[in-house]
């Protein structure tokens, strides 16, 4: 079994353009006593829209290893994979996301249910509770197995790092839900070592956390409590650490994070996706010229179809299109207007949490344009880069692993 380290940063790339910025950001962080491990990941989904191979992601974080002499691990995700997609990444990827979430609540057979919370007589909690949460997740977990066992099959004697997840769902699991959870995946002897739970308050792309700030330091807390209890339980692997997925930009809950996983000494895996898009875009429009004039027409096009764009984000985005800026104001804005409104700088008077969240969702405009994109991303590298590493580094890693 491959071996997650204690601290590690999920990293999207959606054009496979950014590594080396983003791995500059881990090696800044090393630098000053941190290990934050990278984990380049991109979805079935993403790779779909792009049009691009999994094997482009390893070539990528490959690439960008070697030419920085990174000597510490680093891992390619496949993200958020089911059985029917799984195949594909068999050979490019080394960590694996069992995204289970949309077989919560589906009944497993009720004599398993019967026999699981008869084999845990240890779990102290009312029986028909047991059982309500047995029958809530039992089935998703089965599901997570079956996926295990396929990747197993698939990678042979090549070793893998297991995560289950479950964030993509409507309600928060509490810490009971979260031990029942962990008890069934130890019976389906999956040895995860991390694992993405649905918190309390809203986690939008690309957008600071929205909801009861003390109440998610108290879960999170609690989780880490739980993992320890089943780690020790049900000799799962004992780096076995909470994921925080759409993880980018949840700037309130950095401090609280970081307080809880220093009183646990517990690790944490934290994914950050689409911000690196976004600081293309940042790093297009502040280029000025050719880069400024395709920042705005991205905007155009994702303005002008909006509705499908959004609609697959639906439960991970609250737009208010009345906020929209018209595309025909962009088109008058300048590169600090427009870099104002789009990083996510909230002491800014400029920025449009709006605006933001539609251009995060917006990346199919990009990939549409083809090579016209990617070689305004060459061209305009040097601001471009500057801004994925200055993102990572200032806004992501230092609050979570570095300040005190």
């Known amino acids: ?146 996926i295990y066992r396929h990747i197993a099959e698939l990678r042979g004697d090549r070793d893998f790092i297991t995560e289950v997840s479950m964030d993509e769902t409507d309600s928060p699991q509490t810490p009971p839900e979260l031990l029942v959870i962990l008890a069934a995946i130890a019976d389906e002897q999956i040895p995860i070592q991390t694992i993405a739970p649905k918190f309390t308050g809203r986690f939008n792309k690309g957008v600071d956390y929205v909801g009861d700030v003390v109440q998610f330091e108290k879960e999170f807390t609690e989780d880490l409590g739980v993992i320890t209890q089943a780690v020790k339980q049900y000799h799962l692997p004992a780096n076995l650490k909470l994921s925080v997925h759409s993880g980018s930009d949840k700037f309130s809950i950095y401090a609280p994070i970081r307080r809880a996983l220093r009183r646990h000494n517990a690790g944490v895996h934290v ?20 880069g400024l004039e395709l920042a705005r027409q991205v905007y155009a096009k994702a303005y002008a179809d909006k509705e499908a764009l959004c609609e697959p984000y639906a439960s991970v985005i609250d737009i208010r299109y009345a906020k929209l800026p018209p595309p025909d104001t962009v088109d008058t804005w300048s590169s600090e207007r427009y870099t104002s409104a789009l990083r996510h700088d909230q002491r800014n008077p400029g920025f449009n949490a709006d605006f933001r969240q539609l251009l995060h969702v917006g990346y199919k405009v990009a990939a549409k344009m083809g090579d016209k994109y990617l070689q305004m991303l060459d061209a305009c590298e040097a601001t471009i880069s500057r801004n994925v590493t200055e993102n990572l580094f200032e806004r992501h890693i230092r609050p979570l692993f570095l300040e005190r």
């Open 271 to 290: 994914k950050t996706a689409g911000t690196t898009w976004l600081e293309e875009l940042i790093g297009l429009a502040e280029a000025g010229g050719e």
């Open 1 to 146: 079994m491959l071996t997650l380290e204690k601290f590690s940063l999920g990293v999207g790339d959606r054009f496979a353009h950014q590594a080396k910025a983003q791995l500059r950001a881990c090696m800044m962080a090393a630098e000053r006593g941190a290990t934050v491990i990278p984990v380049w990941n991109k979805s079935n989904r993403e790779h779909l829209i792009v049009g691009s191979e999994p094997a482009s992601v390893r070539a990528a974080a490959d690439c960008a290893v070697k030419e920085l002499g990174w000597k510490l691990p680093y891992h390619v995700d496949a993200d958020h994979i089911n059985l029917s997609t799984v195949d594909r990444f068999a050979d490019a990827s080394d960590f694996y996301t069992l995204d289970v979430a949309s077989a919560i609540g589906q009944p497993a057979p009720p004599a398993d249910v019967e026999a699981f919370v008869a084999r845990h007589p240890e779990i102290a909690i009312p029986r028909e509770t047991f059982l309500n949460i047995a029958k809530k997740y039992l089935f998703a977990v089965q599901q997570a197995g079956a």
